[in-house]
């Protein structure tokens, strides 16, 4: 079965530097959340989109800004980076007409250096 | 504030020894609880969803209860290859459907 795919699956940068992560959601999935998991810390909420607009917003920071295209994919992207920004960032998805379960991708790991 | 507390932190078991992790969770309403297991380095994966008191879920080794504060996962003669993060996340009723709050995980070892 189809699952969410994240790109890149490692990236590294250096401070200050920007950074563009990409989400594939499941097909047919119209809503997608980004999460960041800091080691060892459980996932936290960053922000989700259903139809290309916003829906909600957890703690993502003011350098951070997202967005949800035509074809359903999202892309998260990261400015002025710094070494707390380094973290395993996933990328969630769902069909809006569910309340189920949020499937999972795989998770790009940023490393900031 | 509402939140998603699980125990113990982290669990060592031999193989085939039975037990049971704990999600508790003060949320004003509940529209979903949710089970995922996280290998290292891997997105989370899911196992169960839970709506109402009462309700039980069985996968394999893994079995998910609910009560009107609480999660239980049981795991029935664990192998090592259940060993993994177990995390515990809810969906609170009337909110958004949007985020769901996570619980900071079991780390869970199976020693053969």
């Known amino acids: 079965a189809a699952g969410v795919i994240q790109s890149p699956r490692h990236l590294i940068k250096e401070k200050r530097e920007t950074a563009t992560l990409k989400c594939y959601p499941i097909?047919?999935?119209?809503?997608v959340y980004w999460y960041q998991q800091g080691p060892g810390q459980d996932p936290q909420f960053l922000i989700s989109?259903?139809?290309?607009?916003?829906?909600d917003k957890g703690s993502i920071p003011d350098r951070f800004s997202a967005q949800q295209f035509s074809d359903y994919h999202s892309e998260l992207n990261m400015s002025s980076l710094e070494l707390g920004d380094s973290a395993l960032y996933f990328c969630?998805?769902?069909?809006?007409?569910?309340?189920?379960?949020?499937?999972f991708g795989p998770g790009t790991r940023l490393t900031v250096l | 504030e509402d939140q998603v507390t699980q125990s113990p932190e982290a669990l060592r078991l031999q193989e085939g020894e039975s037990s049971s992790l704990n999600c508790s969770y003060t949320?004003?309403?509940?529209?979903?609880l949710f089970w995922y297991r996280q290998d290292p380095g891997k997105g989370p994966e899911f196992l169960f969803t839970?709506?109402?008191a009462g309700e039980e879920k069985e996968k394999e080794r893994l079995k998910a209860t609910l009560t009107k504060k609480e999660s239980f996962l049981h795991i029935t003669a664990p192998k090592p290859e259940d060993s993994a993060t177990y995390l515990c996340?809810?969906?609170?009723?009337?909110?958004?459907?949007?985020?769901?709050?996570f619980g900071s995980g079991t780390r869970l070892s199976i020693r053969p």
């Open positions: 989109f259903y139809e290309k607009m916003q829906s």
């Open positions: 969630a998805s769902r069909p809006w007409t569910s309340y189920n379960e949020q499937f």
């Open positions: 996340a809810v969906q609170e009723a009337g909110s958004s459907a949007s985020k769901i709050i």
């Open positions: 839970l709506y109402s």
């Open positions: 949320v004003s309403g509940l529209r979903g």
């Open positions: 097909p047919r999935h119209d809503t």
